[in-house]
């Protein structure tokens, strides 16, 4: 299964940095595929595995913050693996194949 998540230190201040740096080392050290971008970090693996991370993540945030929001998204496929890299793998060859959009507008949207 693939985890994007974001947690958002909240009643810190301004500067979120340093928590949110200490909840993506939690993840790179879980030794899980992850990738990390501008608004999520995403965390490949087993259901129990992948949700153990989070919420260590989470409580080394909470150890800091007094409140901490957390966003969960989740793709649950049993079986898959290098979910996370085949994905967007898959978009990228259809890019390469195809040079202009193939969707057409239905009548009176264009």
Known sequence: MLIAFSITPLGVGESVGDLVADAVRVV???GLPNRTD???TTVEGEWDEVMA???RAVDTVAARAPRVSLVLKADV?????DAMTEKVARVEARLAE???PTATMPPNQE
Do not use: D, L, Y
Not at 77 to 81: E, F, S, Y
């Open 28 to 30: 790179r050290e879980s």
């Open 38 to 40: 501008a608004m999520f």
């Open 53 to 55: 991370v989070v919420k």
């Open 77 to 81: 496929r049993p079986g898959v693996t």
């Open 98 to 100: 195809a040079p202009g």
